[in-house]
C-alpha cells in the first residue's frame, strides 16, 4: 500500500485470489511472480500492463458493493466484459430518505446516481439482483424502470426474471429471500455471465432472446435434477480485490489472467 503496508490474499486457490483492504485505502501496487509491479486504482484503471486480458473483466458487487458495481458499471460501461450487481443502491434521494436537497446538492446528483446512466446498460451485458423480501431490491428496479421509461420493453417470465428482446440484461429477483443471493438466481446470473464471456463468438449470444432460451434450459434442468448447483454456478478464474469491506465495497472479477 501507499504507506507501505503490506497485505496478504485471505483466500488463494489455482483460478482466483482475495485480498481485503483495510478502509481507506486509495491506492495499492499488486505484486505478481509473473508481472513486474504495477499501480492500480481502486478499479484496475492499467489493466493491460497488469497482464490482464481487457476484455475478460467481469465487475460484480452486492450489497454496497452492488451499488459500486451499478455505479462504476453503468458510468464506464467500456471498461467490463459484464456486470452483475446484487442489491446496494442506484439512486439516493429513497435510499438516503433525503426528501429536499439543497438546489446544488440536487444537481450533482446526476453525476454520481447510477439510474441516470441506465441507458448504458446497452453497452455490456448486465445482470441486476435483488431478493424478494429486501429493501435494496429498489435497486435493480430503479435500473429497469428507466430503460423501461427509455423505451426497452421487459416481458416478465414467471415471478422471478424479467427478460428483454432488445438488451443483454437480466433482472432476478431471488425467491422469499432477504438480504442475500438466492443459489437459483446466482446459477442464472453465472450462465448469463459464462455465456457473455465465451471466447468463440459464434457461441456467444447474438441475440437478446438466446438469454431466454439459455434461462429456459436452466429452469428446465434444474427442476428435472439434470443441473448440478456446484457445475452451474461456476465461474471462470476470478481474482476477486474487495475495497472498503467494513464501509463500500468494489468487487472485480477478472476472467483471465496473461501467462
Given at each position: 500500500m501507499a504507506n507501505g503496508r503490506t497485505v496478504n490474499p485471505v483466500f488463494s486457490d489455482s483460478n482466483r485470489v482475495i485480498f481485503v483492504l483495510p478502509r481507506g485505502a486509495s491506492e495499492v501496487r499488486l505484486v505478481s511472480r509473473a508481472q513486474a509491479p504495477t499501480e492500480a486504482r481502486p478499479w484496475l484503471g492499467d489493466q493491460r500492463r497488469l497482464g490482464v486480458r481487457v476484455k475478460r473483466i467481469v465487475l460484480r458487487g452486492f450489497s454496497m458493493g452492488g451499488a459500486s458495481s451499478?455505479?462504476?458499471?453503468?458510468?464506464?460501461?467500456?471498461?467490463?466484459?459484464?456486470?452483475?450487481?446484487?442489491?446496494?443502491?442506484?439512486?439516493?434521494?429513497?435510499?438516503?430518505?433525503?426528501?429536499?436537497?439543497?438546489?446544488?446538492?440536487?444537481?450533482?446528483?446526476?453525476?454520481?446516481?447510477?439510474?441516470?446512466?441506465?441507458?448504458?446498460?446497452?453497452?455490456?451485458?448486465?445482470?441486476?439482483?435483488?431478493?424478494e423480501i429486501d429493501a435494496q431490491l429498489q435497486a435493480s428496479v430503479n435500473i429497469r424502470e428507466q430503460l423501461t421509461a427509455e423505451g426497452f420493453r421487459f416481458q416478465q417470465d414467471g415471478p422471478f426474471r424479467w427478460v428483454t428482446s432488445d438488451l443483454r440484461t437480466l433482472f432476478l429477483i431471488g425467491p422469499k429471500t432477504a438480504h442475500s443471493w438466492h443459489t437459483e438466481s446466482r446459477a442464472e446470473s453465472n450462465v448469463f455471465i459464462n455465456k457473455a464471456l465465451e471466447k468463440d463468438r459464434e457461441l456467444r449470444y447474438q441475440h437478446a432472446a438466446d438469454i431466454r432460451a439459455d434461462l429456459k434450459r436452466l429452469k428446465r434442468d434444474t427442476e428435472s435434477g439434470k443441473v448440478v448447483a456446484g457445475n452451474?454456478?461456476?465461474?471462470?478464474?476470478?481474482?476477486?480485490?474487495?475495497?472498503?469491506?467494513?464501509a463500500r465495497v468494489l468487487v472485480a472479477s477478472i476472467g483471465t489472467i496473461l501467462p
Open positions: 451499478w455505479h462504476l458499471g453503468l458510468h464506464h460501461p467500456g471498461m467490463w466484459a459484464a456486470v452483475e450487481a446484487g442489491a446496494g443502491y442506484t439512486e439516493t434521494r429513497r435510499y438516503g430518505k433525503r426528501e429536499s436537497l439543497p438546489p446544488y446538492q440536487e444537481a450533482m446528483l446526476h453525476y454520481y446516481d447510477a439510474v441516470d446512466y441506465s441507458l448504458n446498460a446497452f453497452n455490456t451485458p448486465t445482470v441486476g439482483y435483488g431478493g452451474a454456478a461456476q465461474v471462470p478464474a476470478p481474482l476477486t480485490i474487495v475495497r472498503g469491506s467494513l
